[in-house]
């Protein structure tokens, strides 16, 4: 699938704002065999007195931005053609739980996409008493580690609530997870803690949703998302497979990957700050269109 991507932030301050500097990560990756960045450019207005591109540990593409001169705004427009690859059905090759760590044990490699990396706790999915007795309960004996990865997203799309409004992006997932409502976010954080706490190693993906309209409806401008969701790690055989716990359905061709890390922390799309004084407001659009090849 070929997509048309455009996506536009923009910060509007009710004071200038000066001094500042963020850190964006909002360019798609270049996935082999799996997705394909044909162009991409991100332009900033105004534009910055500083930027510099660079890579990650994970690979991830970040640009650092300092401004100097006060300005009342700011729009970071992201314009790129990306080629995602549809995949082939999931085949369960992966192994028994106490098998997945042996397997693990066995691991002395360091890279990048290495799974000692996302095992244990990060900076935003701490150890949580009561999210590893959910993972538990979720799966039964005798379950692989493809059908944990599956069973435990399943209930937690079931049993956490969608709500745009009810939580914050630094509200704890301890706290998302007792109200059992929150957002992408707050739903990847609280699967990534479950899978680690029952020895399967899990990141986070941030990356854009391709919607569709309701049947009848026209398709409104801005009307895609950018997105959160999971990958997790299912031994020597099977690698990593991505999940999508807001949606309970394995990533398929309709989400384009921006970044891999930890969690949020590693890969949030904006930040930083400015020395302002009053309040700011916020917008973002995204289109993901898809475009004949």
Do not use: K
């Not at 700050?273 to 407001?281: L, V």
């Amino acid at each position: 699938m070929l997509y048309e991507i455009r996506l536009r932030v923009a910060y509007n301050y009710e004071s200038l704002a000066e001094a500042g500097r963020q850190t964006l990560c909002l360019m798609p990756m270049d996935l082999p065999g799996v997705q394909r960045v044909l162009e991409a450019d991100l332009e900033i207005s105004p534009a910055p007195d500083e930027r510099v591109e660079h890579r990650d540990f994970f690979g991830n593409h970040h640009i650092d931005l300092a401004y100097r001169a006060a300005h009342a705004d700011v729009v970071f427009a992201l314009s790129a053609r990306v080629e995602r690859e549809l995949l082939p059905p999931v085949l369960d090759m992966s192994p028994l739980p106490a098998a997945l760590a042996d397997e693990l044990a066995g691991i002395r490699s360091l890279a990048p996409d290495a799974p000692v990396h996302f095992i244990g706790a990060s900076p935003l999915v701490p150890a949580i008493a009561d999210i590893a007795d959910y993972a538990r309960a979720c799966v039964q004996p005798g379950t692989s580690a493809f059908e944990a990865v599956r069973a435990v997203g399943a209930a937690l799309h079931g049993d956490l609530r969608y709500d745009s409004e009810a939580t914050e992006v630094d509200t704890p997932i301890r706290e998302a997870f007792a109200q059992r409502h929150g957002v992408c976010q707050d739903f990847s954080h609280i699967m990534i803690a479950a899978l680690r706490s029952i020895g399967i190693p899990a990141g986070y993906v941030s990356g854009f949703l391709r919607t569709e309209p309701p049947p009848g409806q026209p398709r409104l401008e801005g009307a895609d998302a950018m997105h959160a969701w999971v990958r997790a790690w299912c031994g020597f055989e099977m690698g990593w497979v991505e999940y999508d716990p807001t949606n309970d359905l394995m990533v398929s061709a309709d989400h384009v990957v921006i970044a891999y890390g930890r969690d949020y922390s590693d890969i949030a799309p904006v930040r930083g700050s400015f020395r302002s004084s009053g309040s700011h407001t916020s917008e973002q659009a995204v289109d993901v269109l898809p475009i004949e090849a």
